[in-house]
């Protein structure tokens, strides 16, 4: 079996009908889950009080924001090199969820800096980065909303995502290139003596899986709309022509 059979929109509609319902049931679990353990049964931290369990949103979400911009990437890449329309509709699908992750981020961001940093936005080179990329996201919509044919929609958007990775590398790795501004380093981290401590390890984990499988299930039910909503659009087409 080949992953490119999936690239049949009615087998792709058919599986991810299947596997749809125990996606969105873990996303739940997972989601509210990590939620309550971290927010009701973690300590304070000594330095930033009960401020520091925002983490458990804004970690995952931020994560999120950049992993849907590189699927979207990914997608793109794929409708570029073999013209496979549900790759195109599921970038399109995905630009969406990864937007409105963007803003919680943003949100969540500002709700624990301000406490922490005695401001609510600071032009720190992961925040601008960040904040860019989410303009990215508007205008990989719009773009898409403007133009009435899809290839070339898809063909102009996937062009924009490639151009757009840029700023998403950067806000991931910003803290790194530029060894200044006031966002912290990585919080989660292969070397134990950067990470957190595992009373928040562990929730935070079972938060992001919350986010990725939520991510997962958004992306298989837009994409299902986008397949539906581009059928109805040719049907109506060809209504027209005869």
């Known amino acids: 079996m080949s992953i490119w059979e999936y690239a049949n929109p009615v087998k792709f509609i058919r599986t991810t009908d299947l596997v749809l319902p125990w996606i969105a049931a873990a996303a739940v679990i997972c989601l509210v889950g990590g939620l309550c353990w971290g927010f009701f049964f973690t300590p304070d931290d000594y330095r930033q009080g009960s401020t520091v369990k925002i983490f458990y949103i804004h970690v995952p979400a931020a994560m999120m924001a950049i992993n849907a911009w590189a699927m979207m990437l990914i997608a793109s890449l794929i409708w570029i090199v073999r013209r496979h329309h549900v790759s195109a509709l599921a970038a399109r699908a995905a630009a969406p969820v990864g937007a409105t992750f963007t803003v919680i981020a943003l949100a969540t961001g ?19 980065s960040f904040l860019v990329l989410f303009l990215f996201y508007l205008g990989y919509m719009a773009l898409w909303s403007a133009i009435e044919n899809d290839d070339t929609a898809a063909d102009l958007t996937s062009i924009l995502c490639l151009v757009g990775s ?18 912290q380093g990585a919080s989660l981290s292969m070397d134990a003596e950067e990470n957190v401590a595992d009373v928040f390890w562990y929730p935070t984990l079972m938060c992001i899986a919350g986010f990725v499988l939520l991510f997962v299930a958004l992306v298989f039910l837009r994409t299902q709309t986008e397949i539906r909503a581009r059928r109805a659009r040719a049907l109506l087409t060809r209504e027209r022509l005869t």
């Open 110 to 128: 500002a709700l624990w800096g301000q406490p922490m940093w005695g401001t609510w936005w600071a032009w720190d080179p992961r925040l601008t």
């Open 166 to 183: 840029v700023f998403a590398i950067l806000s991931r790795y910003a803290v790194l290139f530029w060894n200044q501004g006031l966002h």
